[in-house]
């Protein structure tokens, strides 16, 4: 891994493999003025979140009008394609970007300031009796944000914004209990633009007040040194071990994921160094890709920032942040814990070596070098759990990587280089930006016609009839028709989850599912706190679940390996993070601050689990002493359920069939071979 002893341009690496970071290509001087623009922007919402008094619905705007505006100068009609343009039309097109592209900017900034501008009193009498050009610009900006994140995100997200705009007025034509009285475009309009339900509602609110200024803490973080820091660290815990540079990519991956809110970005960076290292000791391209991968999209479920959920989190629940970081502690480290077990058992099976001395970087240069860029992190992480806002941790958290970066005896920023973060800092929130947009249109369906409860009916209802046809099979008859209800259910969900958060950006995934999801928890009698885990969970699966896992491709297009192989096997190292939200459901005492927290249950239940979890990577990995044939992997796969399963009786099941095995396996392994 001699690239790590180099300074690495870690903005160049996301943008060559991240497709939300795909900017076009812009000329000579409008490149200048956009870059004052983007600067502006991270400058503002550095002032608005830390020192200024902006009305709510003013800063939403402000935030909007920023983000809507941006991508239609910074991405282009088709995704992909941002190289400069020259030749035909070019009466038409200025700098690179289209005549058209100027005009839908101007009416996005306009759209989205022509309401918050409005005197607060005129602004009360428009809801529920909006004008004539009030439903005019909140028509243009609808189209304007699908059409935004269609370019920025791809079309997942738009398509499922357009089913839902369709269910809402057409609702008597829904089938069965999704079925509704409808509303007309004048209704739709009036309730997801002038109310606070819709684009301006909560989503965008906390892109606007804390996640835009914890990306930015996560650019100038990174630009200080934090990300190297990082990757030298790891490597100095874990290179030397068989298969070192897999278990680099676990430890460097969970370390960036604490500033950064995304998977994708979390792989290109760290994935540009672990993953032609991993190839580099003998691990397949497809295995390495997997990896980095899986690690990667740890990082949204590790504190302090979750992906940026963990804000809408509080929004949501209204508990203090250091709470939400305290009950996804130990879930996040079951996960690394998952992908440790494999990594270490195929390194066994291979014969893979380690680091040499050689390749390892020197623990005192990089102390030397870069541990001032902890100061940043630490201040952060001391602010939130003190008891401080989000914004206030992360304004302070800003101000100490600025500092520092200026002070640092190495790799030191200047002018030039604080003026490129902020630029990209507020480049980096476009596409994430433009989503909760979008996202906004969707929780504002749900609340207009109530379908977060319908589907929680259907799926309750579904899950009962489930249960009714597998409950007179043995040996599924002893299980309660209530607890076959819970659990498929939980499938049902699942899936759901899955479903929904392909290809869409995780804080965007998550508030979906909090509003579509959710609600079938809560009448299942799931705790708030535990319902929004479970949906949150199986939402950031799917960036590394076929047919979309987006880490998992980005990873191969480093790795040079099969993405749709690359993408099931990077499933099959994070199966821990598929499993424990069933865990954390029926012992919730493992997310530590829930209600129904109790010690005991918390010591069975975490046994369980590592050993549950230890032994599925057995069975995936199919070696343990030596390797296993398909029988055995078999059985010891069988047998973990048993201990990840909840209370005592299953656990001492599991041990009557996982004893035997682990003796005819360590009996097997001292018979010398013939």
């Not at 795909?22 to 004052?36: D, H, M, N, T």
């Not at 014969?351 to 001395?357: D, E, S, Y």
């Not at 599925?616 to 069988?638: D, H």
Request: aromatic share 12%.
């Amino acid at each position: 891994m001699e690239n790590s002893k180099e300074n690495i341009n870690f903005e160049d690496i996301e943008k060559k493999y991240d497709p939300q970071l795909s900017f076009r290509k812009l000329g000579p001087q409008l490149e200048i003025s956009i870059a004052a623009i983007l600067v502006s922007m991270s400058v503002y919402h550095f002032w608005a979140s830390g020192f200024g008094l902006v009305r709510e619905v003013l800063h939403r705007g402000i935030h909007i009008s920023y983000v809507v505006g941006l991508v239609f100068i910074l991405f282009r009609w088709k995704r992909g394609n941002n190289n400069f343009e020259k030749g035909t039309f070019n009466f038409l097109n200025f700098q690179n970007i289209n005549l058209l592209d100027y005009i839908f900017a101007f009416l996005a900034v306009s759209t989205a300031l022509y309401l918050p501008l409005l005197p607060p009193e005129i602004l009360a009498q428009r809801v529920g009796n909006p004008d004539t050009i009030d439903v005019f610009m909140g028509s243009i900006l609808i189209i304007l944000t699908l059409e935004a994140a269609r370019r920025s995100v791809g079309p997942t997200l738009p398509l499922i914004s357009i089913i839902f705009i369709l269910f809402a007025i057409f609702g008597p034509l829904a089938p069965g209990a999704l079925k509704h009285g409808g509303t007309s475009w004048l209704g739709f309009v009036n309730h997801i633009y002038i109310t606070n339900q819709g684009v301006y509602g909560i989503a965008v609110g906390v892109m606007a007040q804390y996640v835009f200024l914890f990306i930015l803490f996560g650019v100038l973080a990174t630009r200080v040194g934090l990300g190297k820091l990082f990757i030298d660290l790891s490597m100095l815990i874990a290179g030397k071990f068989s298969g070192g540079p897999a278990k680099v990519a676990i430890f460097s991956s969970a370390f960036m994921g604490t500033i950064s809110g995304s998977s994708i970005a979390n792989t290109v960076t760290t994935g540009s160094l672990t993953i032609p290292a991993m190839k580099k000791v003998g691990y397949p391209s497809h295995f390495a890709g997997a990896v980095e991968a899986a690690s990667s999209t740890g990082g949204q479920i590790t504190p302090p920032i979750l992906g940026a959920a963990a804000f809408i989190m509080v929004e949501y629940l209204e508990i203090p942040l250091r709470d939400i970081l305290a009950a996804a502690l130990i879930p996040a480290l079951l996960h690394y814990f998952g992908i440790f077990i494999m990594v270490h058992l195929e390194a066994k099976k291979l014969g893979l070596r380690g680091l040499r001395q050689d390749e390892m970087p020197n623990l005192l240069t990089v102390m030397k070098d870069n541990w001032l860029s902890l100061l940043p992190l630490i201040i952060l992480v001391y602010f939130i759990l003190s008891g401080r806002t989000p914004d206030f941790a992360a304004i302070y958290g800003i101000i100490s990587c600025i500092t520092i970066g200026f002070i640092k005896p190495t790799n030191r920023l200047n002018v030039k280089d604080l003026w490129n973060c902020l630029a990209s800092g507020a480049k980096n929130t476009l596409a994430v930006g433009a989503a909760a947009i979008c996202v906004g249109i969707i929780v504002g369906v749900v609340t207009l016609t109530g379908v977060g409860f319908r589907l929680g009916f259907v799926v309750i209802q579904t899950a009962g009839d489930i249960s009714n046809f597998f409950s007179n099979i043995w040996p599924i008859s002893f299980f309660s028709f209530e607890d076959l209800r819970l659990f498929f259910s939980l499938v049902l969900i699942a899936i759901s989850c899955i479903i929904m958060g392909a290809g869409i950006p995780t804080t965007a995934t998550y508030i979906i599912l909090v509003a579509v999801a959710a609600p079938a928890l809560a009448q299942l009698g799931i705790e708030p706190l535990v319902a929004h885990f479970f949906v949150f969970y199986y939402g950031v699966l799917a960036d590394i679940t076929p047919p979309v896992a987006l880490a998992a491709y980005a990873a191969s297009g480093i790795a040079k390996s099969n993405p749709f192989k690359t993408g099931n096997t990077a499933f099959r190292l994070g199966i821990a993070k598929a499993l424990v939200p069933f865990v954390f459901v029926y012992s919730p005492s493992i997310l530590l601050i829930t209600g129904e927290f109790q010690t005991n249950e918390l010591i069975l239940t975490l046994t369980g689990t590592l050993i549950g979890i230890a032994l599925i990577g057995i069975a995936f990995s199919g070696y343990w002493f030596r390797p296993l044939k398909k029988y055995e992997q078999f059985v010891i796969g069988s047998g973990s359920l048993f201990f990840v399963a909840p209370g005592t009786g299953s656990m001492i099941i599991g041990l009557l069939i996982i004893v035997p095995m682990f003796f005819l396996q360590f009996s097997k392994r001292l018979t010398p071979r013939p």
